[in-house]
């Protein structure tokens, strides 16, 4: 059974910063592609960050560059998102993934992830 739970969201003033957290179980997160995906009411559900399974690559949204980062915990088997200078269209809901095995590149579509966090809520203030 893989299972990953999300932490970490909150209510935060522009600029300021929040750090979300994922913990794996079931699947060793340095074996697969980890994602951190958003999500708003009416809205597809988009990319923010991933990492390879191997972690010497990773892929940030144009939105998102410059201010957040992704991160594995391999010794926790999770991964985090550090969310800095955030703005008010950063707010959503977040949401973990974990993608397929050992892929040759890192995967960005949300179908290439097979199981999924339940979300935390991230809203930042103007």
């Known amino acids: 059974q893989v299972q990953l739970v999300e932490s970490g969201g909150g209510l935060v003033q522009a600029g300021g910063s929040l750090r979300l957290a994922c913990a794996a179980s079931?699947?060793?997160?340095?074996?697969?592609?980890m994602g951190w995906f958003r999500q708003i009411p009416g809205k597809e559900r988009d990319i923010v960050a991933a990492?390879?399974?191997?972690?010497?690559?990773?892929y940030l949204a144009d939105s998102v560059k410059g201010r957040f980062t992704i991160s594995r915990d391999n010794a926790k088997n999770a991964i985090n998102l550090q969310m800095n200078s955030l703005k008010p269209e950063d707010t959503a809901v977040y949401y973990c993934?974990?993608?397929?095995?050992?892929?040759?590149?890192?995967?960005?579509?949300?179908?290439?992830?097979?199981?999924w966090g339940q979300g935390t809520q991230v809203t930042v203030s103007s």
């Open positions: 079931g699947r060793t997160v340095i074996d697969y592609t």
């Open positions: 993934a974990i993608g397929r095995y050992r892929p040759s590149r890192i995967a960005t579509d949300k179908d290439e992830y097979d199981y």
């Open positions: 990492m390879s399974w191997s972690g010497s690559r990773t």
